[in-house]
C-alpha cells in the first residue's frame, strides 16, 4: 500500500547549496509529476514525466532539474537552492493514458532555504 | 494557458449549514477534479468528473460539473468535528503523450464550534 514514496520529509539547506528530492511509486503508473506548494498559490507544477525517458516544464522549472531515471522513480534536483524554493514539493503519479485518470500523492517533502 | 480559480478562498462555517465552492476554469475540458488536504499532509481525492451534467456524492459533500459554463460546485454541509481542510479543484490539460493537472488556489475552511 505505498502507493507513492519521497524522501526526504524535512530538509533545511543553505543558500547555494544543492539537493536531490527522490520519488518512487509502485502503482505502475506511466506519469509522473514533481509540484511546488505554496500559501495562497495552491500547486503548481515545475515539470512532469509522461512516461519513461521522457520530462517537459511545468509551469515554473526555473531552478529546477529532473530525472525519470525509469519507470517508477522521478528525481527533483536543486542544483543551487534559493530562499525562494522554501516550500512543500509534492510528488505524484497517474496512468497518464487517457483522461480521467486520478492523480496520486506523495506526502510532500518540507524544504526550508536559509 | 489553462486558469483554475476557486472561489472562495476562505470559508468560516456553522455546523449543519450548507456552503458551495466554486471552480472556474478557462478552457474546454470534460474534466474535473476534487481534492482535500488537511493541514499538513498529502492530497487526497474526492472526485472525479468525468462529463457534462456530472454529480457525485460522498456523506456531507456532493460535486456537480457544467463544462458548457466551465464551472464545477463542491457542496458542503458543515459538521462540528470536521477538521480544518483546505479543498482544491484541479483539470487535466492534454499535452506531450500525457496529462498535466492544473490546481486552483484551494479554499480553506474551518469550522466554528
Given at each position: 500500500?505505498?502507493?507513492?514514496?519521497?524522501?526526504?520529509?524535512?530538509?533545511?539547506?543553505?543558500?547555494?547549496?544543492?539537493?536531490?528530492?527522490?520519488?518512487?511509486?509502485?502503482?505502475?503508473?506511466n506519469s509522473?509529476?514533481?509540484?511546488?506548494?505554496?500559501?495562497?498559490?495552491?500547486?503548481?507544477?515545475?515539470?512532469?514525466?509522461?512516461?519513461?525517458?521522457?520530462?517537459?516544464?511545468?509551469?515554473?522549472?526555473?531552478?529546477?532539474?529532473?530525472?525519470?531515471?525509469?519507470?517508477?522513480?522521478?528525481?527533483?534536483?536543486?542544483?543551487?537552492?534559493?530562499?525562494?524554493?522554501?516550500?512543500?514539493?509534492?510528488?505524484?503519479?497517474?496512468e497518464g493514458y487517457g483522461?480521467?485518470n486520478?492523480?496520486?500523492?506523495?506526502?510532500?517533502?518540507?524544504?526550508?532555504?536559509? | 494557458?489553462?486558469?483554475?480559480?476557486?472561489?472562495?478562498?476562505?470559508?468560516?462555517?456553522?455546523?449543519?449549514?450548507?456552503?458551495?465552492?466554486?471552480?472556474?476554469?478557462?478552457?474546454?475540458?470534460?474534466?474535473?477534479?476534487?481534492?482535500?488536504?488537511?493541514?499538513?499532509?498529502?492530497?487526497?481525492?474526492?472526485?472525479?468528473?468525468?462529463?457534462?451534467?456530472?454529480?457525485?456524492?460522498?456523506?456531507?459533500?456532493?460535486?456537480?460539473?457544467?463544462?458548457?459554463?466551465?464551472?464545477?460546485?463542491?457542496?458542503?454541509?458543515?459538521?462540528?468535528?470536521?477538521?480544518?481542510?483546505?479543498?482544491?479543484?484541479?483539470?487535466?490539460?492534454?499535452?506531450?503523450g500525457t496529462y498535466?493537472?492544473?490546481?486552483?488556489?484551494?479554499?480553506?475552511?474551518?469550522?466554528?464550534?
Open positions: 500500500n505505498a502507493g507513492v514514496t519521497q524522501t526526504p520529509k524535512f530538509q533545511v539547506l543553505k543558500t547555494g547549496q544543492s539537493m536531490t528530492l527522490q520519488c518512487a511509486q509502485d502503482m505502475n503508473h509522473m509529476y514533481w509540484y511546488r506548494q505554496d500559501p495562497g498559490m495552491g500547486l503548481r507544477l515545475i515539470y512532469y514525466s509522461a512516461s519513461e525517458g521522457t520530462t517537459d516544464k511545468g509551469e515554473v522549472p526555473n531552478g529546477y532539474n529532473v530525472s525519470r531515471l525509469n519507470k517508477r522513480e522521478f528525481s527533483l534536483r536543486l542544483e543551487s537552492a534559493a530562499p525562494s524554493q522554501t516550500s512543500v514539493y509534492f510528488c505524484a503519479s497517474s483522461g480521467g486520478t492523480i496520486y500523492f506523495g506526502e510532500g517533502s518540507w524544504l526550508t532555504v536559509v | 494557458e489553462l486558469k483554475v480559480e476557486q472561489n472562495p478562498l476562505f470559508l468560516s462555517m456553522q455546523e449543519g449549514k450548507n456552503y458551495t465552492i466554486y471552480c472556474n476554469y478557462s478552457t474546454t475540458s470534460d474534466r474535473l477534479y476534487w481534492y482535500r488536504q488537511d493541514p499538513g499532509k498529502s492530497l487526497e481525492s474526492l472526485f472525479v468528473l468525468l462529463s457534462n451534467g456530472a454529480v457525485k456524492q460522498e456523506g456531507r459533500l456532493m460535486a456537480s460539473l457544467d463544462t458548457k459554463a466551465r464551472l464545477s460546485t463542491l457542496h458542503i454541509t458543515a459538521a462540528v468535528h470536521d477538521p480544518s481542510a483546505t479543498y482544491f479543484c484541479a483539470v487535466d490539460l492534454p499535452t506531450s498535466k493537472y492544473i490546481f486552483g488556489t484551494g479554499t480553506r475552511l474551518k469550522v466554528l464550534a
